[in-house]
């Protein structure tokens, strides 16, 4: 089992915020808790964890309760090996720790994969949101899925690329930025993932991508889409990275078409991983957005 002390010291030191745990009947989710007032809930993806967020948390944490979990099967929560990794439970893990923690009304911010788990609780909660931030993600269906993460879906090569090789994570390293990761930050994004164990849910994440309406998350996702629209009166501020390969502006666009009145801003050279291509001005600036009543 993972704990937070194994955690080498050089990542400590970019992510120094104490590890809080919470049982699920499949295993302990873990999740950062820090600072009090209105929650801001931040959601990550695949195959990141709750350190994609390390640079906002500071900044949020001296006004508002910052509540960071990593799903399960990442980061620093357990890895279930003969679990079901599926957004529907994806969700349900969410919504199961949220209740426990008896959140008011939150804030939500999410990106790849913590747009349709964290949208996918939203839509059962909307009177639990207040305001939602948008980084490089979805909660609907598209066509425009990149060959190459359509290829982590080959049966057998797929997961054994993922899985064996690490090929999902480390690829995300270089190519989910346009500037190279500092080495700490790099093994920052590894190190939960060493084994060949500790990446089933990268690879069942990916799987989990439905591409066509015969697989069953494709009415999971539909459904969220269409309970969108009971989201429209909240504020949603969009922070996009232009160069971003896989969620590109044509998902923008999608997140324009259902919430009109969404503020963007553009970060023309930020990659998929748009925090860490972020300047510390324009991390700032999400933090003030959030901060601000």
């Not at 609780?121 to 269906?141: E, G, K, M, S, Y």
């Amino acid at each position: 089992m993972v704990i937070h002390t194994e955690v080498p010291a050089p990542i400590r030191a970019l992510f120094p915020f104490h590890v809080h745990e919470y049982a699920l009947p499949a295993g302990v989710m873990r999740y950062v808790d820090e600072g009090s007032g209105t929650p801001v809930v931040l959601l990550h993806g695949n195959p990141t964890w709750s350190f994609f967020y390390r640079r906002l948390i500071p900044l949020l944490r001296t006004q508002r309760r910052v509540i960071a979990p990593d799903h399960l099967g990442c980061g620093l929560s357990d890895k279930p090996q003969h679990y079901r990794y599926s957004l529907v439970n994806h969700i349900a893990n969410l919504e199961s720790l949220l209740t426990w923690l008896d959140v008011g009304p939150v804030d939500l911010v999410v990106h790849d994969w913590g747009g349709a788990i964290g949208m996918g609780w939203a839509v059962r909660h909307p009177d639990l949101v207040r305001r939602i931030v948008v980084l490089n993600t979805a909660a609907f269906l598209s066509p425009h899925v990149p060959l190459r993460i359509a290829a982590g879906k080959l049966p057998r090569l797929g997961e054994w690329a993922i899985r064996q090789l690490n090929a999902f994570a480390i690829a995300a390293t270089t190519m989910a930025v346009t500037r190279p990761l500092p080495a700490a930050v790099r093994e920052g994004y590894l190190w939960p993932y060493r084994t060949f164990a500790d990446r089933i849910a990268i690879a069942r994440f990916v799987q989990d991508i439905p591409l066509h309406p015969g697989h069953p998350t494709w009415p999971v996702v539909d459904a969220i889409d269409r309970e969108l629209v009971h989201l429209r009166d909240k504020p949603v501020r969009i922070f996009w990275g232009g160069r971003d390969w896989c969620f590109d502006d044509r998902f923008l666009a999608g997140w324009l078409h259902r919430f009109p009145s969404a503020h963007v801003t553009r970060l023309d050279d930020a990659g998929h991983y748009v925090l860490e291509d972020a300047s510390a001005e324009m991390i700032a600036l999400l933090a003030h957005w959030l901060l601000s009543e």
